[in-house]
């Protein structure tokens, strides 16, 4: 998989240092990532192809020259973030907004690599695991397949640049098993020694996000009193609404009566 990189911050961030942080994520994807999950993909920067009157961003067609596209982008907009199918119409993207990041008070460098993880493995934002309701009820739910947002707190360094931590496969387990590793760094925020983080978990400042089939609802969960994972969440709409969208859509579709 090939993932076009835009650099549109108008000056804020020279190409020189998005081809340096490129390299970052893509020795993080391939090092750090591959490994455990058995696939990966590369990082390129591109030029992006400006057409003269759009009052406003959108996805051209013609950047589309490898299987998915990130944009870097400097303010937030809300109408670009919550409209995949209207404004990337099924293609693989993702977008870095910076003063998002600055108000998630996150390295813009870590919010490009999460980006990035979440597409390798979820391209067209669709996936699901079922696996147990979040609040314990004791019923399943299916999940959503994110590399990241249990951890978004987390982070780690790769030649002085900051990138994503993300879960492992073992994450996705039915119940956490002995000796298991469930996301890359191992560990938790806050001094919390002989913390691991369980199976279906979230750490401090993240949370998930789950389909509910008895409710037919879209929801999400982070810990009670979790200021950091409620404003981060609040901030972060764009990937949650495309999902949502989505999966709303599978269950109309779903309870259709037959003929």
Same mark, same amino acid.
Request: proline residues 0%; charged residues 20%; glycine residues 6%.
């Given at each position: 998989m090939i993932v076009s990189v835009f650099n549109l911050s108008h000056g804020a961030i020279s190409d020189l240092r998005m081809q340096e942080v490129i390299r970052a994520i893509n020795v993080q994807i391939g090092r750090d990532f591959e490994p455990y999950w058995g696939f990966g993909a590369t990082l390129r920067l591109e030029g992006h192809t400006a057409r003269r009157g759009k009052r406003r961003f959108q996805f051209d067609p013609l950047d589309m020259r490898g299987d998915g596209v @990130?944009? %870097?982008l400097d303010k937030f907009n809300p109408d670009l973030a919550g409209a995949h199918e209207s404004d990337f119409r099924g293609v693989p /993207?993702? &977008? %870095?907004?910076?003063d998002l990041s600055k108000g998630l008070q996150e390295d813009w460098t870590v919010s490009l690599s999460h980006e990035a993880l979440e597409m390798i493995a979820d391209p067209q934002v669709n996936l699901v695991v079922q696996g147990p309701h979040p609040d314990g009820r004791d019923r399943d739910v299916f999940h959503w397949f994110e590399m990241c947002d249990a951890v978004q707190a987390q982070s780690y360094v790769i030649d002085g640049i900051g990138v994503a931590d993300f879960v492992l496969p073992l994450y996705f387990t039915p119940s956490s098993e002995p000796g298991s590793r469930n996301n890359f760094m191992g560990a938790v925020p806050q001094g919390k020694r002989n913390y691991s983080l369980p199976s279906f978990g979230v750490a401090p400042g993240g949370y998930i996000g789950y389909f509910d089939p008895k409710l037919a609802d879209n929801l999400t969960f982070e810990h009670e009193g979790? &200021? @950091? /994972?409620?404003?981060r969440r609040a901030l972060k709409q764009g990937r949650t609404g495309r999902r949502a969208q989505r999966m709303a859509k599978s269950a109309k579709l779903a309870t259709i009566p037959k003929a």
């Open positions: @990130l944009y %870097v /993207a993702g &977008v %870095v907004y910076l979790d &200021v @950091l /994972a409620r404003k």
